[in-house]
């Protein structure tokens, strides 16, 4: 062979090596050019001007909308960051009077935190801006009530749980046991900060498996390295999953949806039997001191109207218990 044609050979034998390095790293689910490519945010913005979003450097995917002069503030539940840009451009459409809105969509310890330090620091930036509405499960909401919080609250939606893998659930998990198993890698919400751990999930797994089981996940694996537990489980969990470092998550069953069925993420999921699982009912209020009542009661009545229901259903959302 001429010195010439081995100089042409060689890149093309070390593209096929790459490509077939590429093609084995996708398929075991660890490339991290194929992650970054899915690194938040999910949802496309609702708000114009020069975007500079930078995928796992600089995208702020929690954060929804316009933080200057808003008309009305939401801090949402956070597991319904997936469908609120649609439904906060649907409530803008409906009153146009209310054309700037900002929502949050953070774990609702972190909201209430926020709310009591008076401001929110994420990266170098200071969030001061007061809530109008706040969303949360029902408990949570009853118990803020009683100490004043809202002017009026409302229930509006229904959840329950579900396990979240990777597409086509390679290890085969079948139910809350399964998670159990010697060298399945977990993602799980921390029960000392998220409140789906300890007002949802441990219940399910006690129901399913009894304090056992709950110990087995919740302790052995932690102490194991096979349990990793999330300060943000809704980004948290999906992102550790792609990246090819858990196996499986324990999510809500509008997560497990939104990356197994509504997007190409690479996921899958589990449906968990009523028996062993948890619903859950949402309820906003509006808050004691809003700064836009006007725009918190039109939210409140779209959120509960058939317009606001219906992007809801479409997102996998139960009605609200008792609707």
Request: with cysteine; net charge positive.
């Amino acid at each position: 062979m001429s010195s010439n044609k081995r100089a042409h050979g060689i890149p093309r034998i070390r593209r096929a090596l790459l490509a077939l390095g590429a093609t084995a790293l996708v398929a075991s689910g660890l490339a991290p050019a194929r992650a970054a490519s899915f690194d938040p945010p999910w949802s496309k913005p609702m708000v114009t001007g020069e975007v500079f979003t930078v995928p796992g450097v600089d995208n702020l995917p929690d954060i929804h909308g316009d933080l200057n002069r808003p008309d009305l503030v939401v801090f949402f539940a956070g597991n319904q960051y997936m469908l609120v840009n649609e439904l906060l451009a649907a409530f803008r459409k409906a009153h146009p009077e209310f054309g700037r809105v900002l929502a949050e969509t953070l774990p609702p310890g972190v909201l209430a935190r926020q709310i009591a330090r008076g401001g929110l620091v994420v990266g170098n930036a200071r969030i001061t801006l007061k809530p109008d509405v706040f969303t949360a499960g029902r408990g949570r909401i009853r118990a803020l009530a009683r100490k004043g919080w809202f002017t009026a609250t409302r229930d509006y939606a229904g959840n329950r749980l579900a396990i979240l893998t990777r597409k086509g659930n390679p290890l085969g998990i079948r139910g809350w046991r399964d998670l159990a198993r010697p060298g399945v890698r977990l993602c799980m919400p921390n029960p000392e900060t998220e409140g789906i751990a300890a007002h949802a999930i441990i219940p399910a797994l006690t129901a399913a498996g009894g304090q056992a089981l709950k110990r087995a996940i919740y302790e052995t694996k932690v102490r194991d390295g096979e349990t990793f537990l999330t300060r943000i489980h809704h980004r948290q969990t999906p992102l550790r999953l792609m990246r090819g470092q858990c196996d499986a998550g324990a999510v809500w069953f509008t997560e497990a949806w939104f990356h197994g069925r509504m997007t190409d993420h690479g996921l899958g999921m589990v449906e968990i039997p009523r028996k062993e699982n948890h619903v859950m009912t949402y309820s906003a209020g509006i808050m004691k001191d809003a700064p836009h009542p006007a725009a918190a009661r039109a939210f409140l009545d779209f959120l509960a109207g058939p317009e606001g229901q219906a992007i809801y259903r479409r997102h996998g959302f139960l009605p609200a218990a008792g609707s």
